[in-house]
């Protein structure tokens, strides 16, 4: 480990007498909270400052009294050691055993699955769940989480990617908005602002080309969530290529109506992708199986009112 490193990483009792005097505001306080003198305290202090090279603490009339670097790292501190202390208490106790921590997309998460899980949850109440909000590819060891609802390829770097479900996208625009610029056809579409999906580029292209036309050049706003594609395109900003599961209620509703009556199904599919070391984890396991079952239950649904 380098020298700077070193620096980096101070020694968790100096960390603890940090954040006890920070809370407590008094070297004798912090002293007895953690069962020690004082003068041991006030020497965890000076080693920590001299490892920073920042000073953390005043003196004042009434005490002693946070600096404005020493307030910043407190705050950090204080979380970090919650972080460590909650860990130490799972791995103590065995609780990770039964905590499934998932990551979610925006608008699947809140739209399909969430209003699903409390079914999962009744049959499977010894498992925790805990919900994070991803979109994209990340490192399921940094972030800590077990699974996630992928959207996409089946094409997640050492994890397996189960095949959940397809889509089927359409443009949609709000009322107002074709009012004002009819659309008679596909071609009609490529004049109009579009509006994108920064985690899906080619949507646009996919429909164009299904459509048998040239793909137009790049127009109009880009966004992260579908739920602000949804609100720009009520507000009439431009046509947005939608997956109507996703927006059943703002259709329902007439908020959104078809722009262009030809629907697509999506060069994206949404996956479960989990980490190749997580695919024995008995929460894991036990979440695939119901999140397969209800696929397949909402699939048979829709073939259903298709007919």
Not at 45 to 55: D, K, P, S, Y
Request: aromatic share 8%; hydrophobic share 45%; with cysteine.
């Amino acid at each position: 480990m380098s020298i700077l490193s070193r620096k980096l990483l101070p020694s968790t009792s100096a960390l603890a007498a940090f954040d006890s005097v920070a809370r407590l505001g008094s070297f004798s306080a912090a002293a007895d909270e953690l069962s020690l003198t004082q003068g041991a305290i006030s020497r965890q202090i000076q080693t920590l400052e001299q490892q920073l090279g920042v000073r953390l603490f005043e003196r004042t009339s009434r005490g002693v009294g946070l600096t404005q670097a020493g307030g910043t790292y407190a705050r950090a501190i204080g979380a970090a050691l919650l972080e460590i202390r909650a860990a130490s208490l799972n791995a103590m106790t065995g609780i990770h055993s039964n905590t499934l921590n998932l990551a979610i997309l925006p608008t699947f998460g809140t739209r399909w699955l969430l209003p699903r899980v409390p079914g999962f949850v009744s049959a499977h109440p010894q498992i925790t769940f805990n919900f994070a909000t991803r979109i994209g590819v990340f490192d399921f060891d940094r972030e800590g989480l077990d699974a996630a609802i992928h959207v996409g390829q089946p094409d997640w770097p050492g994890a397996e990617c189960v095949y959940l479900m397809g889509e089927t996208v359409a443009p949609v625009a709000s009322p107002a908005f074709l009012a004002e610029h009819p659309i008679t056809g596909a071609a009609d579409v490529g004049r109009l602002p579009l509006l994108h999906m920064a985690s899906r580029p080619g949507a646009w292209r996919h429909w164009f080309d299904h459509a048998g036309l040239s793909s137009p050049p790049a127009q109009g706003m880009r966004f992260e969530q579908f739920s602000n594609v949804a609100q720009a395109c009520m507000a009439g900003l431009g046509v947005a290529l939608m997956p109507l599961f996703l927006i059943d209620t703002e259709l329902r509703a007439g908020q959104l109506v078809i722009a262009c009556d030809l629907p697509v199904r999506s060069a994206s599919a949404y996956y479960l992708a989990v980490p190749q070391k997580k695919a024995g984890y008995e929460p894991v396991l036990r979440f695939r199986d119901w999140l397969l079952d209800e696929v397949s239950r909402y699939t048979a649904q829709q073939e259903v009112a298709a007919w």
